[in-house]
């Protein structure tokens, strides 16, 4: 059965930092791997998409990479601002399956 | 890009009455639609995986007779919370398999917070 599990649970950090989010998964039998930002009370933002056959994605100031071998993804926030300050959900597809499994996420505090 | 949308985005019900959210694909056909609920500060659960003109498929521990799945077509699936308890009150997010790209994507709605008071 995939578990799916993000590393820290909850992460505060002055503004400016760079920071690493990561989530790692038992099965390496994926489609995709796909991180997700939510903020409270909202549903979810899509940030990055890594297909299996990808080993990294990049937006802006965000960077997803994908070792699927060892079951390990992170998240790279550059020059962290205020605004990212939310929860971020990290979620592997699973094409025998078919459906979505998601991590219990990270919960970030960018402090001004 | 694809876009779900969830109607209503919250609703406020009395116990025992019976909710309808409803989830659509706006600009690509859905085979597939996910239904989630999540519970305040914890993660996405998966309920059921709806396929259009079929029966739902729900989780282990989802009870089916008392929520309702209906995708009747390919851009329109429901969730109908039956008999509706305090305890069912949670966030509501559905989901959307886009087939037609390469990549597989699914496209999730806004969600709909259901409060049983």
């Known amino acids: 059965k995939q578990e799916v599990t993000q590393i820290p649970a909850a992460l505060s950090v002055p503004e400016g930092e760079n920071l690493v989010l990561n989530c790692s998964f038992t099965?390496?039998?994926?489609?995709?791997l796909q991180w997700f930002r939510q903020d409270p009370g909202k549903g979810l933002t899509s940030l990055l998409l890594?297909?299996?056959?990808?080993r990294e994605q990049t937006s802006g100031r965000l960077n997803a990479s994908l070792d699927k071998s060892s079951g390990r993804s992170t998240l790279y926030i550059a020059a962290s601002q205020p605004g990212d300050s939310a929860t971020y959900l990290c979620?592997?597809?699973?094409?025998?399956?078919?459906?979505?499994?998601f991590g219990k996420g990270t919960r970030l505090h960018i402090l001004p | 890009g694809a876009v779900v949308s969830q109607h209503p985005s919250w609703v406020i019900c009395k116990s025992g009455t019976s909710v309808k959210i409803e989830c659509r694909s706006l600009?690509?056909?859905?085979?597939?639609m996910f239904w989630y609920r999540q519970f305040p500060k914890q993660s996405l659960m998966l309920m059921a995986t709806?396929?259009?003109?079929?029966?739902?498929?729900?989780e282990q521990g989802v009870e089916k007779d008392k929520f309702l799945i209906n995708h009747a077509s390919l851009t329109l699936s429901t969730l109908t919370v039956t008999s509706a308890h305090p305890e069912d009150s949670s966030f509501y997010i559905c989901?959307?398999?886009?087939?037609?790209?390469?990549?597989?994507?699914?496209?999730f709605g806004p969600g709909t917070r259901l409060t049983v008071t």
């Open positions: 989901s959307a398999r886009d087939r037609g790209t390469s990549a597989n994507e699914q496209y």
């Open positions: 099965d390496s039998a994926i489609y995709n």
């Open positions: 890594i297909q299996s056959s990808q």
């Open positions: 979620a592997v597809d699973l094409p025998r399956d078919d459906k979505i499994i």
């Open positions: 600009d690509f056909q859905a085979t597939t």
């Open positions: 709806s396929n259009e003109g079929s029966k739902a498929t729900y």
